[in-house]
């Protein structure tokens, strides 16, 4: 069997932050994970690291220790500029609040990621992925005329616009109702299976666990 490179990896992450003349230990060697077409969860209570550990593992910040490698390639100390490429070119974001742009239609707000591409095919993508998520009625409607759940499915849209190896998700049916919820669950499930894209969600949700290939606890900066 050939073993695979994950798509993310972090080795021995630690993350400390000075603050009130204290040492807080975020993340404490942290050894992670995710293959290409698997959805893995990262639960755990209120302030145990799940919020930071997504943003290492999506170039929005980096670590006080340890190694990030993303689909093999160190990435751990890049710059802004290379950290913003990569992430253009490797990850797509879904988050809790969705960050939808109120004067930009359904349409316009996939394509956002893409606005300085000057490519002409960035409408015609975005609206096969609006119509992938059932949304091909709502292609022209401005976020006040969606339900919680058709913006959340905006914001997945737009998170595949730029064609991510690696989708993370910040408590993705946290503002959902949970029929809703599961239409969203089972999209991300469709898409780590039909994409082979590599998923991962933080959440406070149990109804999550049910969708993933595996559930990580993070309690206190350190993993179980």
């Known amino acids: 069997m050939i073993a695979t490179v994950p798509v993310v990896q972090t080795r021995d992450l630690v993350k400390r932050y000075e603050t009130g003349g204290e040492t807080v230990v975020a993340l404490d060697h942290i050894d992670f994970s995710v293959a290409a077409g698997e959805f893995v969860s990262i639960v755990g209570p209120s302030g145990s690291g799940k919020t930071t550990l997504l943003?290492?593992?999506?170039?929005?910040?980096?670590?006080?220790?340890?190694?990030?490698?993303?689909?093999?390639?160190d990435v751990t100390d890049l710059s802004s500029r290379e950290r913003t490429a990569a992430r253009k070119r490797t990850i797509g974001f879904v988050f809790q609040h969705f960050f939808l742009l109120p004067t930009l239609t359904a349409v316009e707000n996939?394509?956002?990621?893409?606005?300085?591409?000057?490519?002409?095919?960035?409408?015609?993508?975005?609206?096969?992925?609006?119509?992938?998520?059932?949304?091909?009625?709502?292609?022209?409607?401005?976020?006040?005329?969606?339900?919680?759940?058709?913006?959340?499915?905006?914001?997945?849209?737009?998170?595949?616009?730029?064609?991510?190896?690696?989708?993370?998700?910040?408590?993705?049916?946290?503002?959902?109702?949970?029929?809703?919820?599961?239409?969203?669950?089972?999209?991300?499930?469709?898409?780590?299976?039909?994409?082979?894209?590599?998923?991962?969600?933080?959440?406070?949700?149990?109804?999550?666990?049910?969708?993933?290939?595996?559930?990580?606890?993070l309690v206190d900066g350190v993993t179980s």
């Open 55 to 73: 943003n290492m593992l999506g170039l929005l910040d980096g670590p006080t220790e340890g190694e990030i490698r993303l689909e093999g390639e």
């Open 110 to 217: 996939v394509e956002v990621p893409r606005l300085f591409d000057d490519d002409p095919e960035t409408t015609a993508r975005a609206e096969r992925l609006l119509e992938r998520v059932g949304l091909g009625d709502r292609l022209r409607h401005k976020p006040s005329e969606l339900s919680g759940g058709q913006k959340q499915r905006v914001a997945i849209a737009r998170s595949l616009i730029n064609e991510p190896r690696l989708l993370l998700a910040d408590e993705p049916t946290g503002n959902l109702d949970r029929e809703t919820g599961k239409q969203i669950l089972e999209e991300f499930a469709r898409i780590k299976r039909e994409d082979d894209v590599a998923i991962v969600a933080v959440t406070h949700d149990p109804l999550v666990n049910e969708y993933t290939d595996r559930t990580v606890e």
